[in-house]
């Protein structure tokens, strides 16, 4: 069974800095198919990285600049380096393949990010 175990969230003051983790397995899970996804309290969930790759990588406009996705493969993880992060990152962070590929939606528990001073 494919599973997805989200980690490294945190409170942290506007400004600041967290990495996300995000373990695969087993380890043939395809992490170039893995992005990461964040769902505040009344939103939708939404993309906000696209799968980590050599070359144009997804961000949603709002993170442009300030969040980097990357893979390990050697120890099944992606990563969500994030900096100067604002009160309106705080959510429940995922990961999860693109939607339409195999293992989309089966979802894990997430990994809370609050953003506040």
């Known amino acids: 069974q494919v599973q997805l175990v989200e980690s490294g969230g945190g409170l942290v003051q506007p400004g600041g800095s967290l990495r996300l983790s995000c373990v695969a397995s087993?380890?043939?899970?395809?992490?170039?198919?893995v992005g990461w996804y964040r769902q505040a309290p009344g939103n939708e969930r939404e993309l906000v990285a696209g799968?980590?790759?050599?070359?144009?990588?997804y961000y949603l406009e709002s993170v442009k600049g300030r969040f980097t996705i990357s893979k390990d493969i050697d120890r099944n993880t992606v990563y969500l380096q994030m900096n100067n992060l604002k009160p309106e990152d705080t959510a429940v962070y995922y990961c999860?393949?693109?939607?339409?590929?195999?293992?989309?939606?089966?979802w894990g528990q997430g990994t809370q990010v609050t953003v506040s001073s």
């Open positions: 999860n393949p693109l939607p339409g590929l195999p293992g989309f939606g089966s």
């Open positions: 087993p380890s043939v899970f395809r992490l170039a198919t």
């Open positions: 799968p980590p790759s050599s070359g144009n990588t």
